[in-house]
Every structure is written in structure tokens, then in C-alpha cells.
């Protein structure tokens, strides 16, 4: 049994809501305490990760124009430097397990990602 089983649509649907979260978060958890970054860091990157996903070519993306393969990537890349920011940026408290815990939760998902066969891509389409 494969313990994949984010597909490019449970994907999708988590996209929107984590942007928004990494957004709004930063600042109901008034992060910065250790660092501004630690509160800007995570806002930037919701506003990156809201436009990644309009763009990206999957059935909720607006504009379809970057492959799936890159928004993965992204995610992956996204994953790592959360969790090495705490450490490179000096994020300590509440600041540096913010992002501790995001990234580890980016890179799990990015990990269970169940590749689509050709036959599922076709049937994805809503």
C-alpha cells in the first residue's frame, strides 16, 4: 500500500486556505518578538504561495500557466527554508517553532504527494 495520497486535487484545495493562513497568522501569533522577519517572513511567503497557486495548472489555478511539477518544487524549497530561518535568522520563542512547524508540515506534504498517472490527470479536470 502506498501512503501517498495527496493528489494534485487535495493539493489544490490546501493551497488557497494555507496562503491565507501564513498571511494572517503571523499576526494573531504576534510573531517578531526574536526578529521583524520572523513576522514578514511568513507573510511574504502566504502572498507568494497565493499568487504560486492562481498560476499553477491545477483545477482551482486561475490563469494555468506553471506546471504543478514547479509549484511542488516551490513547496519543497519553501519547506526547507523554514525550517532553517529559526537558525540562520536567530528566530528564537515562539518565532522559531512557528516555523519549525511549518516546515516540517510543508515538507510532510510535499512528501505523501501521489504522483498522477496519465489516466487520473485526464479525470481531474472539473
Same mark, same amino acid.
Request: net charge negative; hydrophobic share 55%.
Given at each position: 500500500?502506498?501512503?501517498?495520497?495527496?493528489?494534485?486535487?487535495?493539493?489544490?484545495?490546501?493551497? /488557497?486556505?494555507?496562503?491565507?493562513?501564513?498571511?494572517?497568522?503571523?499576526?494573531? #501569533?504576534? =510573531?517578531?518578538?526574536? *526578529?521583524? #522577519?520572523? =513576522?514578514?517572513?511568513?507573510?511574504?511567503?502566504?502572498?507568494?504561495?497565493?499568487?504560486?497557486?492562481? !498560476?499553477?495548472?491545477?483545477?482551482? $489555478?486561475? +490563469?494555468?500557466?506553471?506546471? /504543478?511539477? #514547479?509549484?511542488?518544487?516551490?513547496? =519543497?524549497?519553501?519547506?526547507? %527554508? +523554514? #525550517?532553517?530561518?529559526?537558525?540562520? =535568522?536567530? !528566530?528564537? $520563542?515562539?518565532?522559531?517553532? /512557528? /516555523?519549525?512547524? *511549518? $516546515?516540517?508540515?510543508?515538507?510532510? %506534504?510535499? $512528501?505523501?504527494?501521489?504522483?498522477?498517472?496519465?489516466?487520473?490527470?485526464?479525470?481531474?479536470?472539473?
Amino acid at each position: 500500500m502506498d501512503p501517498r495520497f495527496v493528489t494534485k486535487t487535495v493539493h489544490a484545495f490546501l493551497d /488557497y486556505p494555507v496562503a491565507l493562513s501564513l498571511m494572517a497568522t503571523p499576526f494573531l #501569533l504576534q =510573531l517578531g518578538s526574536s *526578529n521583524p #522577519l520572523a =513576522l514578514w517572513l511568513a507573510v511574504c511567503t502566504g502572498v507568494a504561495a497565493f499568487a504560486l497557486t492562481m !498560476f499553477t495548472d491545477h483545477h482551482l $489555478g486561475l +490563469f494555468r500557466v506553471l506546471p /504543478y511539477s #514547479l509549484h511542488l518544487a516551490v513547496d =519543497l524549497a519553501v519547506g526547507v %527554508v +523554514f #525550517l532553517l530561518a529559526p537558525i540562520v =535568522l536567530g !528566530f528564537s $520563542g515562539i518565532d522559531a517553532w /512557528y /516555523y519549525w512547524i *511549518n $516546515g516540517a508540515a510543508v515538507l510532510f %506534504v510535499v $512528501g505523501l504527494h501521489k504522483p498522477e498517472t496519465a489516466s487520473s490527470e485526464a479525470t481531474v479536470h472539473i
